[in-house]
């Protein structure tokens, strides 16, 4: 018996047409959406504040509209955190577009996530919660079931739940959905998107133009096989599977609220084209805290960007810097935090003017918007003909902008009342893990065999490397994997935390942490406090590390030529 499970969403703003291409595309019991990351709970915080009746994902509504009849033909419940912080609002507007159709649906939802009143302080402070609240929804009938904020995962562990009878305690069966279900999360990045190793695939002939969307034939045991729909474009290899499992996790043990999923367990093998088998993962008994991601309004911030071109670059950036240090610091209300990044993007004799011109990036901070807004304007404007030859900038700054910050705390499980209510409005209460083991990493497993001595060449660590980044509140993970065993046993030896640190120097004075996954031929690392704190914040230049991987391939390094 086999569940099949798609993926129509990653992010809020996906591709709008993909519930329509899922639904249209081939055979399916369940689609899931993904709507919900760190930055959209608080952009509909900040939605939920002008109006109290929102705080939903609106596109979901809107691609409904125009697939509420093709689910309904085709027997697929559809099951989603579009959510966000008002689930019941959602529930409520779809069964009101629903009735507007004509198309009868049952519509139930989840609750119990919102933690906000507990925060004072906190513009939306919410729990993960697991899938068994889902897991009710559908059994007791329902078509859609909307949660709020649940952990990804659980948008697939709740219908396998559902359709496969298990219960709490059922450890390995739902550790291998939690895998499938983080492999399906982020849509396209399964099947070719952002995917390292995408030249190699287009120059055999792959189409990553328009990658299809994920989906998972599950089965009672827990195992799956990851594909897409017949046709579409993409592509689903090993590669592709393993470099998602690594998105955004850390050690072996993957923590969630129904069980902690073992990754070190986690075999793949090619099961076909475009299939990829994932089975052996095991579960352990989750921990007994649950986290909450709590967003708050920061302050506000403001930038400028002054462009310096040609020769004195350094004493350019230096010149304008004393000037308006000079200026700020004598201003009425001075920002409290001010940051200046020098991007060295010119070149010497250079054939056209933006390529022989460099960026010296000033960002400002403050709880006071006026302290970052007139304050920053008035002193960069009126160094318009007072300042290094050339001088111009990107854009004038305005006003200034709030900038949120994410901090996740954790509470007991039994602290937070998960609830399912159904369709017919009968409320059920999901009660909390009977077991629960606290979270501990596991011994680093033993290092393999080291490649014998042999020629290296310098060369970028992406010749023979993958990798895939992405942000976890203020911290960074880079998974790296390699597609051979003897690349593996390079990779484990040469890849140590001091040698990344040398290879990304923005993390030198931060905690780096390496965990091993020898059957994925994987290396995850966490980089602690490079983002600040967060990707609302806009710490850095690439504020959810999504490209940090990528610059870690591109550095070089000594590689044996045997691989290369």
């Keep these: 018996m086999t569940l099949r499970i798609g993926n129509a969403s990653g992010f809020y703003g996906d591709r709008f047409d993909a519930l329509r291409e899922m639904l249209t595309g081939g055979e399916l019991d369940v689609l899931t959406g ?43 419940r559809i099951v989603t955190n579009a959510g966000g912080l008002n689930p019941a609002g959602l529930a409520d507007a779809v069964r009101k577009l629903a009735d507007r159709l004509g198309i009868p649906v049952r519509v139930a939802h989840v609750e119990g996530d919102d933690l906000t009143a507990a925060h004072p302080g906190s513009l939306a402070a919410h729990a993960y919660l697991g899938g068994f609240g889902i897991a009710e929804c559908l059994r007791g009938g329902a078509d859609i079931v909307v949660t709020g904020r649940v952990t990804d995962a659980a948008l697939v562990t709740g219908p396998a739940a559902a359709h496969f009878g298990w219960r709490p305690g059922e450890y390995d069966r739902l550790a291998g959905a939690v895998v499938a279900g983080h492999v399906l999360e982020c849509g396209t990045q399964a099947t070719g998107g952002n995917y390292a190793f995408f030249a190699a695939a287009r120059a055999a002939g792959r189409d990553l133009g328009r990658p299809g969307f994920p989906l998972a034939e599950l089965h009672e045991d827990g195992s799956c096989v990851l594909t897409k729909h017949p046709g579409t474009g993409g592509l689903v290899d090993v590669g592709t599977v393993t470099a998602q499992l690594l998105y ?11 069980v902690t999923a073992r990754l070190d367990t986690v075999r793949l093998s090619q099961d076909g084209p475009d299939r990829v088998r994932i089975e052996g993962v095991r579960g352990e008994a989750p ?12 302050g506000f911030r403001n930038e400028v960007v002054f462009v310096l071109t040609g020769l004195d670059i350094e004493a350019k950036a230096a010149l304008v810097q004393e000037q308006m240090g000079d200026a700020l610091a004598h201003a009425e ?22 390529t022989a011109s460099a960026l010296l990036r000033l960002v400002v901070r403050d709880r006071d918007q006026e302290a970052v807004g007139r304050a ?5 404007v009126e160094l318009a003909l007072a300042s290094y030859p050339g001088f111009h900038v990107l854009a004038p700054p305005g006003k200034g902008a709030p900038y949120g910050v994410f901090e996740d705390v954790y509470v007991p499980q039994e602290e937070v009342p998960h609830m399912a209510v159904l369709h017919d409005g009968r409320r059920i209460p999901v009660p909390p893990a009977q077991d629960t083991l606290v979270l501990q990493d596991l011994p680093a497993p033993p ?13 970028p660590l992406g010749l023979v490397a993958g990798a895939r980044s992405g942000d ?13 065993d003897e690349a593996w046993r390079w990779l484990a030896h040469t890849l140590t935390v001091d040698t990344f640190r040398a290879l990304l120097p923005e993390s030198r004075e931060l905690t ?48 044996p030529e045997a691989l290369l």
């Design 34 to 76: 993904d709507y919900l990351a760190e930055l959209t709970m608080l952009i509909l915080g900040r939605d939920r504040l002008k109006d109290p009746g929102a705080g939903y994902a609106r596109t979901f509504l809107r691609q409904l509209e125009d697939c509420l009849g093709l689910a309904h033909e085709r027997g697929v």
């Design 248 to 258: 955004e996790t850390g050690g072996a043990r993957y923590a969630g609220p129904d």
């Design 287 to 298: 921990p007994p805290t649950l986290k909450v991601g709590r967003n708050r309004l920061g």
């Design 333 to 354: 209300q001075a920002p409290s935090e001010i940051r200046w990044d020098l991007v060295r993007t010119d070149r010497p004799d250079a054939d056209t003017e933006e």
């Design 376 to 380: 920053l304007s008035g002193a960069a």
């Design 447 to 459: 290092l393999p065999e080291p490649l014998p001595a042999g020629p290296t060449r310098r060369a």
């Design 472 to 484: 976890k509140g203020g911290n960074a993970n880079v998974g790296v994997w390699v597609r051979s």
């Design 512 to 559: 780096v942490t390496r965990h091993l996954l020898p059957g994925l031929l994987a290396l995850n690392f966490t980089v602690e406090g490079i983002l600040g704190q967060g990707v609302a914040a806009q710490h850095r230049f690439d504020p959810q590390a999504k490209a940090l991987g990528e610059w870690l391939r591109s550095r070089h390094l000594d590689i």
